[in-house]
């Protein structure tokens, strides 16, 4: 890569780590402070601190709004209006002029900036660096919304941006999406890269003369020289500009074109629909892998969160209505249940959640008028095979919940009802709701 002499310019991106090699092509800055971005190849930029850029500098308004004008604020107003222009101006000459990269990470919207002047009222937010109107259009409005997640699908996957998502599809975590919408695009072009299973926008591409601008979701655990790898390929891909009109003409396409060009679009309807297929066998494997979860759970906590996840995905409404309960979940309003755990890696359950389990239950009865069926769900000895746990719980725990009517179950019981249940593809709410009410 040296021999290239590519010039990179990191602004906020982070590529601390993993820079063997290509240390000496990137340059660090800030959003306010750096060089001209035009005299790069690539710019990284995470737009992420932009608004410290007057948050720093003001205080929010009662509604939470930023405010401020050029007769009061001391020059600020006016150095951040020069400042975004000036980037503007920056990132149409990279793309135009120098056929250059900018990758953005989408970042969620941030409180905007209104400049109160004598001929009206001006905002400045996050995003106000783009350029061209029909880009800016982009994240106007509520077009750019905060929505969070980690499942995407590709659009296309056949680009470098679709590759670089693809390898690190299980980092992803996006924090913002942009709503598909009809464009008028003047001198450039738009292209979606990856949607939420819902359809809203995580990635696309912006293609303004012979650059890229490239938006793409945050990553936990970005890998830099994967990072690099798309900055190459990126770079060396051929611009798409819209074709000359006489290439539709027949003269100049190949008797198999049209063959080759049926079998990819057949591809690529086949993976997609292979990929809908992963996806949902995926979730069927996380879902089996939870519920096995429940036999090794070492901890109270532990055992807690993967029961509320099982209750959860079983059609259970779970709450939180005591700070004595552990659990409390319904079935129907008149089937309930408060349930209380324990787990021990190597010795047997006492009478800990047994007293919370009776105080949680009484407070209900008292003060919510509630009455539900008492369960204490225990995983004693949780480092042992299931079937070699002997005296899970001591003779007292069993005694007090006979007193008092609760269900004493063990984690290697209510595995085994939920298995039950699938196998026969029956209701595991129903096997469940019968195992809580064992008397």
Known sequence: ?????????????????????????????????????????????????????????????????????????????????????????????????????LLVKLRRPSRKL????????????????????????????????????????????????????????????????VQPQALEVEGGSFNPIARTITGELVSFEVEIGGGKMIFLPPLAGEESKKTFELIESSLSTPPRGPLPEWTKNERYHFDGERKVKAEV???????????SKEEGLERDLKEYRLYRRLLFARTGIELGRVLSEVLAQS????????????????????????INFAASPDGPIGLEPYHRLVRGIDELRIYENKDPQGVLLVNGYADHEPGQREGQFDKELQQGCNLYGFTLITADELFTSVKTGKEENSSVQKKLSELFNRS
């Open 114 to 177: 209104e400049i109160v002047e004598e001929g009206g009222i001006s905002q400045i937010h996050r995003y106000s660096w783009l350029p061209q109107e029909w880009v800016g259009e982009l994240f106007s409005g509520n077009n750019l919304t905060r929505s969070r997640g980690k499942r995407v699908t590709l659009e296309k996957r056949d680009t470098p941006s679709a590759h670089y998502l693809e390898s690190n599809r299980d980092h992803i975590q996006y924090e913002a999406t």
């Open 265 to 275: 679009e057949s591809l690529e309807k086949k993976i997609s629909s292979l990929k």
């Open 1 to 101: 890569m040296k021999e290239n002499k590519l010039r990179i310019l990191d602004l906020g991106w982070g590529l601390q780590d993993g820079l063997e090699g290509y240390a000496d092509l990137v340059d660090t800055s800030s959003f306010h402070n750096s060089p001209s971005l035009s005299d790069y190849d690539a710019v990284l930029l995470d737009p992420k601190e932009i608004s410290q850029l007057w948050e720093d500098h003001l205080s929010p308004g009662r509604d939470g709004a930023y405010s401020t004008s050029p007769k009061t604020d001391g020059g600020l107003s006016r150095g951040l209006k020069n400042l975004f222009k000036t980037r503007r101006r920056d990132v149409e000459s990279l793309l135009s002029n120098r056929s250059g990269l």
């Open 315 to 338: 059609g259970f409404n779970v709450q939180d209505l005591s700070p004595h309960l552990d659990v409390y979940a319904c079935r129907s309003d008149a089937d309930c249940f408060a």
